[in-house]
């Protein structure tokens, strides 16, 4: 089931979370940055969200929104690997050089 919907991503610096709200429920993504890398820690969204089909839909505009830095991504929370896992092609380049997910 593929939602449409546009989803906007915020950089909440001061909380050091990517936040996002879905349907009135706050989506946020946990992150720490190390020199240009970006680790995606964890992953805090409302369970009626996720079975609605939304969690690849937000992790894909998240993916995009950090893409338009110059930062690469260390998935360290599972879901976010897992995503990017399936659409390796995709994100193969938002990677540091030599991990593999």
Do not use: C, W
């Not at 593929?2 to 050091?16: A, H, P, S, W």
């Not at 993916?63 to 399936?86: C, D, F």
């Amino acid at each position: 089931m593929m939602i449409d919907v546009e989803i906007k991503i915020t950089d909440n610096e001061f909380l050091r979370q990517f936040e996002s709200v879905i349907n009135e429920e706050l989506v946020i993504v946990e992150y720490s940055q190390q020199e240009r890398k970006v680790f995606l820690t964890k992953l805090k969204m409302p369970e009626v969200l996720k079975e609605a089909g939304y969690l690849e839909p937000f992790l894909e505009a998240l993916l995009s929104y950090i893409q338009e830095g110059t930062h690469k991504v260390v998935p360290t929370n599972p879901e976010i690997a897992k995503y990017m896992r399936k659409n390796r092609r995709k994100y193969k380049d938002l990677l540091p050089v030599g991990m593999n997910i």
